[in-house]
């Protein structure tokens, strides 16, 4: 849409001010002369003159006829033709004739006359000349008063409506009300302040959506935490309990019950280490530890960790590693990520299955994958696998271990080096977690 500024619309409103007076004026000018020309016209004016005299002369010296109705229609006559109106009274002021009884004189100037003779008052006459620009004036004052008019008709329309109705949107965001609709305008600095206005709504629809979903996902990991806490707690607590009641009255049992507490709190501790690098990851932002590292050996080494725990469940983990994988990075971050990667794979890998592990260089980045030959992931995982303490199990028990944080704290440690981190199921079945970061620096 076309726009104007709003100095250009106020000299349109100046120059429509002053010339619509004029125009009236010419439109009464026209109407009453049937000529635009303002001359002065030499023979008409003298032709009134003579009129206006002969017309005189006539009432003076027939002051005797005044009420003789044949002199009055020959009075009314020449009237007519000069565009005059009379009225006569008497030497006591009565009146005795008016030309035209019914017509509002007060748009004509006077002139007032004594008729004397011999120092005897015969009688006064008053005579009616038309005001030479009464017409043109009055048309002139209407055009200006319609022409305030028009211009605060068109004012409100482009300035002060679109105002208001920026008001009013204003205030149904401050009551939650985002559906809003802004006005359009003609005025450049009108639409400009619209057009910032609606990116300002957007940005703040924006930041109120992220925070219900920031609300939404502390409620959710408030309730998974207190869930995943309680229940090892439960479990610890159970067998303390036994313990100091004597239920476990032979060493082989009260070792047992001594393993399942060592093992609960293990599982705490790795709980709240997850949720402490979680958090540092999510909200504290901490600066990277950057170096050049190479992967391919982080991954090795990470293999090497996990091959006895592998071992126990025959699963083969096979490596393909192509020289050098050099990246900039954070070697302990880096570690973690692939930690939590392959604990996951070898956590989900049937017994006598495999796990291969590939590395390479693709151009400006380093290419890595960690395929098993598990189940995969459903359809529902895909779209929630990275989701801060989500399981694939509904009951959410640790019978397959973990806490629902490792895949995530693993995509953020890529998303912080500048690539990032995407799971997958392979064609011949198994999951298949690709992972890719920059060899230069992200910052």
């Known amino acids: 849409m076309r726009t104007l500024r709003i100095r250009t619309v106020s000299m349109l409103c100046l120059f429509f001010i002053l010339n619509m007076p004029w125009w009236f004026f010419l439109t009464a000018h026209f109407m009453e002369t049937g000529t635009l020309s303002f001359a002065t016209n030499q023979p008409q004016h003298e032709v009134f003159q ?7 002369n006539l009432i003076q010296t027939n002051s005797d006829k005044w009420m003789d109705p044949n002199w009055q229609n020959q009075l009314d006559s020449l009237l007519q033709e000069a565009k005059l109106e009379v009225t006569l009274f008497s030497a006591s002021d009565q009146e005795i004739y008016r030309s035209n009884p019914e017509h509002d004189h007060a748009s004509q100037s006077t002139e007032r006359f004594t008729i004397i003779e011999d120092g005897r008052v015969l009688g006064k006459v008053v005579m009616y000349v038309p005001k030479s620009n009464t017409v043109q004036i009055i048309a002139a004052v209407a055009g200006l008063l319609l022409a305030f008019f028009i211009v605060a008709v068109v004012m409100r329309r482009l300035l002060l409506k ?10 149904q965001i401050a009551a939650g009300d985002w559906d809003v ?3 359009m305008s003609r005025i450049t600095e009108i639409a400009e302040v619209r057009d910032g206005f609606e990116v300002m709504v957007k940005g703040l629809q924006k930041s109120h959506q992220k925070q219900v979903a920031l609300e939404e ?23 303390l309990d036994g313990l100091e009641q004597g239920i476990a009255q032979t060493p082989e049992k009260r070792s047992k019950y001594v393993a399942v507490c060592k093992e609960k709190a293990e599982q705490l501790g790795l709980l709240v280490e997850d949720l402490f690098t979680f958090t540092k990851m999510e909200y504290l932002e901490t600066e990277l530890s950057s170096k050049s590292v190479d992967l391919a050996l982080i991954l090795q ?3 090497d960790s996990l091959n006895p725990r592998a071992q126990q469940k025959h ?3 096979t490596s393909h590693f192509a020289e050098p994988c050099t990246i900039i990075g954070d070697t302990h971050l880096l570690e973690r990520a692939v930690n ?7 956590r989900h890998t049937p017994a006598h299955g495999d796990i291969v592990v590939q590395c390479q260089k693709e151009e400006k980045k380093v290419m890595f994958t960690i395929r098993d030959t598990g189940p995969g992931f459903s359809s529902e995982e895909l779209q929630r696998v990275f989701d801060p303490l989500y399981r694939g199990d509904a009951s959410r028990n640790r019978s397959t271990g973990g806490s629902g944080l490792g895949l995530t704290i693993s995509q953020r440690i890529m998303r912080r080096h500048g690539g990032d981190l995407a799971a997958g199921n392979h064609a011949e079945g198994g999951a298949l977690l690709t992972g890719w970061i920059p060899v230069t620096d992200p910052d």
């Open 181 to 183: 609709q802004l006005p």
């Open 162 to 171: 679109p105002l208001e109705q920026m008001s009013v949107a204003a205030r």
């Open 50 to 56: 003579r009129q206006q005299t002969e017309t005189m």
């Open 301 to 303: 080494k990470s293999i």
């Open 340 to 346: 939590n990667l392959l604990e996951n794979a070898v």
């Open 217 to 239: 996902e502390r409620r959710f990991m408030i309730a998974a935490v207190a869930h995943d806490l309680r229940t090892p707690l439960f479990a610890l607590r159970g067998y």
């Open 315 to 317: 699963i083969s983990i």
